[in-house]
């Protein structure tokens, strides 16, 4: 498989051109072609010679990705599903405005892309680890999702969050790249206090993102409140206990300057009762952090469900009091397996039906 045009940044590119003697303007020309006219051909860079052209389809290729279906939900929230060169699946769900989830504006449209295909982590709430990890997604394979998302939708994305399927922590290398396709002007242009990027809680790695010049924000997967709880929801909690995550979201808190997103996603019976809200309502008072508190979505083959929207309130309720921004999620695309992970199992296995 040759790599992709996309996944070269203007230096790669640069050092590409002069061994092959050309000027370097031609970088720009083809990044112009790729990003601004988002062109799905080589042979389309008409303002390159044919020479050019030939070489370069010789050592790159262009589509990291390819549509295969689409689905929409009855509040516009839309699914895709794509498929990658290897006949792999990534989803990435396209959020219309949501200012109870994501802050003020009412005009954002939010893209939830992926970073991994599966996912090692194997929490226990989680569609995207029910089939174990596959593999890593390049840069141009993230960056591709919008790219895609927008092609089809025919509308600009101005907000990304890393909460499709995978650990983007555990892909940090082509995190970073993706990070700079996505935000450098020449590439999407999206600004990095629009990005946020969700984890299950790898300490190491936040210490490194933290470090990371640009303002990403940050998002949390808690789910619970103390490491017994925890630790029966996030296999990871037996590596980094809860002590360890806060002690690094605190280091973050004083690097980025915008709130951290605690994500907690209420069960029924195992951390929806008032001792983990109060215990969570703490935790967050002592970073400034917000809190999204989300019904669990059930999942074919787990056993858990959500607690009645009472209890779910009364939660909410309970960070409210201690002064803690709390949003209880209304279920977004609910009707169309959002959940992370779901609509590619049910792809993966109708696939493997036809195998069979
Ligand atoms: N691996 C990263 C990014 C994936 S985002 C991380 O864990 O943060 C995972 C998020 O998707 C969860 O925190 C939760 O907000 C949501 N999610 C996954 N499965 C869900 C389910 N069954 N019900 C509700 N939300 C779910
Ligand atoms: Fe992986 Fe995140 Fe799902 Fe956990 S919640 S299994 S880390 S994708």
New binding site residues.
Partial sequence: MKPSLFNQTPDELSAVLSDLGEPSYRGEQILDWLWRKRTSSIDEMSNLPARLRDQLKASFSLQSLSPTRAQGSSDSTRKFLFRLHDGRYVETVLIPASPALFGERSDRRTLCVS?QVG?A?G?K????GLDGFTRNLSADEIAGQVLLAEELSKEKVNNIV???????LANMTQLLRALDLITAPWGLGIGARHITV???GLVPQIRKLADHPQQIRL???L?GASDEVRSQIMPINQRWPVSKLFEVLKYWATRKAQKITL?Y?LIDGLNADASQAHLLARRAQSLNAKV?L??????EG?LWKRPSEDACSAFRDVLTEYGVPATLRLEKGHDIDA???QLRLKEEESAKGLQA
Avoid: K, Q, R, W
Wanted: glycine share 8%; aromatic share 12%; with cysteine.
């Fill in positions: 970073s996912c982590f929490c709430f989680c569609a995207s890393f909460m499709g399927m995978g650990e983007p969700s984890t299950s998002a949390i997967s789910h994500e996603i999204n989300i019904p669990y979505n059930t999942v787990l959940a992370c992970g």
